[in-house]
């Protein structure tokens, strides 16, 4: 069983920590990764972007000129593609993109994104992360002495005082443990743990 060292807000060494085998030590398949973001970005599409086709566009009751004679191509309806003001032809529709993975591959990849913070050093775990009150200024302070630039920061609950504390800090993400998920994982650089997440985490993937 692996363990991980755990750091005070100064940035010193109070303890240690396991970490479960089963969920910090899996073989990472990169291609297993690339379908979960890409799952979690389509997920995110609106997908409401439209356009009006000919029998969407107003007018065209009327035929706009007869038949024959005028010495113009023949024309039944103003709302044809070819007009100005007519209908757009083979125009995107509101549609879905989402698209499901099946439940074993998504906790299977969370557990490959948090292998490879591990093997690549990026994971910190710290005690806690009570600033109060909450200051933007000892935040940062509690970052460098973490050596956490761009870091997603894990929580085991809402701590008011650490997300008032960092909303105007740049690349940084607050996040609760039910909320994890790989995209974020892989985002961020850094992968800040508080102790007591470490234990959600590993209730929810191993359950």
Request: charged content about 30%; proline content about 4%.
């Amino acid at each position: 069983m692996a363990t991980a060292d755990v750091y005070n807000m100064d940035g010193e060494k109070v303890s240690e920590t396991n970490l479960s085998d089963e969920i910090f030590n899996v073989p990472v398949k990169q291609h297993v990764l690339h379908e979960m973001v890409t799952m979690q970005l389509k997920n995110r599409r609106a997908g409401t972007t439209a356009t009006k086709g000919r029998s969407d566009v107003r007018g065209g009751g009327q035929k706009p000129y007869r038949q024959k004679g005028t010495g113009r191509a023949r024309a039944g309806t103003r709302r044809s593609p070819l007009w100005r003001g007519g209908g757009v032809v083979f125009g995107p529709s509101p549609r879905s993109y989402r698209y499901k993975v099946p439940r074993k591959v998504r906790r299977q990849a969370l557990k490959m994104a948090l292998t490879s913070k591990l093997q690549d050093n990026a994971l910190i775990v710290v005690d806690r992360l009570d600033l109060e009150p909450a200051k933007t200024k000892r935040f940062v302070e509690v970052m460098v002495a973490l050596e956490a630039g761009r870091a997603l920061i894990v929580t085991d609950r809402k701590i008011e005082s650490l997300e008032l504390s960092s909303r105007n800090v740049p690349d940084v993400k607050i996040l609760r443990s039910e909320g994890l998920n790989v995209y974020d994982i892989l985002r961020f650089k850094n992968l800040v743990l508080l102790e007591p997440s470490v234990k959600q985490i590993a209730e929810r993937l191993l359950s």
